[in-house]
């Protein structure tokens, strides 16, 4: 799997992709994580990318131009799809994460300021994604989260594909609750259905255990 960023800060796509299991992965060759930063394609020569919006408002707005020659830069792959980070986007979901991981490469458009030309969008983008109902400054954080998400899913990235199959939403209930050593701490102790080795047992407390909180937490999945 490719994953190509537009950023203004590719900096920050770096750091945060060269980390834990994603960093692992691209060590690996499972997949790799490419920032390009939008800034070198600018045809400006202070290479500006941003301008002023029409009609007026607060903020400056990312120029179509630059998005548009630093996507038409990036090799394309046939399995391919362009998604911009966005509030206005439909949320990101562990179906979308699933179906995402299906493609060979994932470009994603990060904006920044007021956002972006709505041109680039429509010209560049297959879709827009959310990664929640709230606004943050750039959309490089998103970028790295969509990633993350889509990147475990990925074959041989995690050791095992039962890692996210029996996970918090993956399998349709919010996780069980786990527990290692030691087995009392601060007065808390281990349920003792955990420590007896009865198998059985235990799949049927943390069946019951999983229903329970995702009843409390998110009966919505219910």
Known sequence: MKFDVLTLFPGLIEQVCATSIVGRAQQA?????TPHNIRDYSADKFRRVDDTPYGGGRGMLMS?????DCHK?????ERSRTIYMSPTGAVLTQKKAAE?????????????????????IDLICDEELSIGDYVLTGGELPACVLIDAVGR???DVLSDNVCHEVESISCGMLEFPQYTRPAEFMGLTVPP????????????WRNKAALELTRRNRPDLL
Do not use: M, S, W
Request: charged residues 20%.
């Open 29 to 33: 060759g499972t997949l790799t994580v």
């Open 64 to 68: 179509v131009q630059p998005i548009f």
């Open 100 to 120: 995402l991981a299906q493609l060979d490469q994932i470009i994603i458009l990060c904006g920044h300021y007021e956002g972006v030309d709505r041109r680039a």
């Open 73 to 77: 830069a990036i090799a394309k792959n």
């Open 153 to 155: 899913l990925i074959p």
């Open 193 to 204: 259905v955990l420590t007896e080795g009865n198998h059985k047992q235990i799949e049927q």
